[in-house]
Each structure stands twice: as C-alpha cells, then as structure tokens.
C-alpha cells in the first residue's frame, strides 16, 4: 500500500507505522503550527476558536479524503524537518531552473540549487539552453 511506503511515519515510542488518523492529526497539527508561528514572528492576529473550528474541518476533509495536501505534505509536514530542522523545502513536490545564464558561478547555483532539491526528494527539471556556453574538462589524473 502507497500510504504505509511512502507517508506514514515511524513513531519510535510506539514501535510502529503511523495509522490514517495519526498522520491526518500529525499534518493538520504541522499546518497550523506553522501558520501560528508566521502569525507570531509577524505580529499578526491568531484566533484560537477560529483556528481551531479550521483544523477540525481540515482533519475532517483529509480523513474522510474529500482534500488531500501533495504527497510531500503528508510526507513532510508536522515532522522535525520542517518544524526543527527547517526545511521547508522538503514540502515542494517538484522544482525547475533555467540554465540560460551568463557567468559559470550562476550556472553552478543552478546546479547546487538542483543537488539540495534531489537530496530532498524533489522533482527537478533545467533547461539546456546554456548548451555550448560552458566547458567541462576532464580532470587530470595524477597517474
């Protein structure tokens, strides 16, 4: 089964998987800590009732799968990595980059930018239209 492999969580206390209801009570959790801290860091209002009333009916459309977020959102969200770590990109499901640049610094960022992603389990995607601009030589071998 797709959720038991790819979204469901170890929880180490218990010694097992995630059940459908922990995961959904996990990523609802995840959401609104985040928006909680967004409100916080920026001196915006939080209206608990409010808040709560829309996390309850958020748990309620992603349990009964009339609303599901990305994949990585169940994967992701509500775990350290976002909530410790900050990796906030582990959330997007796919990235692109252009290499139509212009000094070879630019075109390595596209290229790190593209490594960080894929160690995130990312999607990514580039262009190849800095194709014949750049050239990369072998290295000599000491041999």
Same mark, same amino acid.
């Given at each position: 089964?797709?959720?038991?492999?790819?979204?469901?969580?170890?929880?180490?206390?218990?010694?097992?998987?995630?059940?459908?209801?922990?995961?959904?009570?996990?990523?609802?959790?995840?959401?609104?800590?985040?928006?909680?801290?967004?409100?916080?860091?920026?001196?915006?209002?939080?209206?608990?009732?409010?808040?709560?009333?829309?996390?309850?009916?958020?748990?309620?459309?992603?349990?009964?799968?009339? *609303? /599901?977020?990305?994949?990585?959102? #169940?994967?992701?969200?509500?775990?350290?990595?976002?909530?410790? %770590?900050?990796? &906030?990109? $582990?959330?997007?499901?796919?990235?692109?980059?252009?290499?139509?640049?212009?000094?070879?610094?630019?075109?390595?960022?596209?290229?790190? *930018? /593209?490594?960080?992603?894929?160690? #995130?389990?990312?999607?990514?995607?580039?262009?190849?239209?800095? %194709?014949?601009? &750049?050239? $990369?030589?072998?290295?000599?071998?000491?041999?």
């Amino acid at each position: 089964m797709v959720y038991l492999r790819s979204y469901a969580r170890f929880i180490e206390d218990l010694g097992r998987k995630e059940q459908w209801h922990e995961t959904v009570e996990r990523v609802v959790n995840g959401c609104f800590s985040m928006q909680y801290d967004h409100c916080s860091e920026n001196n915006l209002p939080w209206f608990k009732e409010m808040k709560e009333v829309e996390a309850m009916r958020m748990y309620d459309k992603m349990f009964t799968m009339k *609303f /599901l977020p990305p994949g990585r959102g #169940l994967w992701a969200m509500g775990t350290p990595l976002i909530s410790e %770590k900050k990796l &906030f990109a $582990a959330l997007n499901n796919c990235a692109f980059v252009s290499t139509d640049v212009q000094e070879v610094e630019e075109l390595l960022d596209s290229f790190r *930018f /593209l490594m960080d992603s894929s160690m #995130l389990g990312i999607g990514f995607g580039f262009d190849t239209k800095a %194709k014949g601009r &750049f050239h $990369a030589f072998k290295p000599i071998s000491d041999q």
